[in-house]
């Protein structure tokens, strides 16, 4: 079990910043490819970043490239996700999720452990 507590969320004007994270316990946090969705009311959740066991692999959903950057610190067991340039289509439910597979995945199924998400609301 790798509970998950996501926070940094809240509402920011179009252009603005937030940084997230998610905190996890357990000194297993550094064999985890950990990974951030997303969902909006009425949509299904969908992918938006990953990164890989040590943080040297990422990947990026094509509709947040270039605006938002997703790190790890395996020594404070924390993900993070730097979302810049926020748009109002950015506005949803966000949630980190953890993965026991090496390389990291943009597939919901992929994904072992969930946590209750934080609210990012943007403003145009």
């Known amino acids: 079990q790798v509970p998950l507590v996501e926070s940094g969320g809240g509402l920011v004007q179009a252009g603005g910043s937030l940084r997230l994270s998610c905190a996890a316990s357990?000194?297993?946090?550094?064999?985890?490819?950990m990974g951030w969705f997303r969902q909006a009311p009425g949509k299904e959740r969908e992918f938006v970043a990953a990164?890989?066991?040590?943080?040297?692999?990422?990947l990026y959903a094509d509709s947040v490239k270039g605006r938002f950057t997703v790190s790890r610190d395996n020594a404070k067991y924390t993900v993070y996700l730097q979302m810049n340039s926020l748009k109002p289509e950015d506005t949803a439910l966000y949630y980190c999720a953890a993965d026991r597979t090496p390389r990291p995945s943009s597939s919901r199924r992929s994904y072992d452990y969930w946590g209750q998400g934080t609210q990012v609301t943007v403003s145009s």
């Open positions: 990164i890989s066991l040590s943080g040297g692999g990422t």
């Open positions: 357990g000194r297993t946090f550094s064999g985890y490819t």
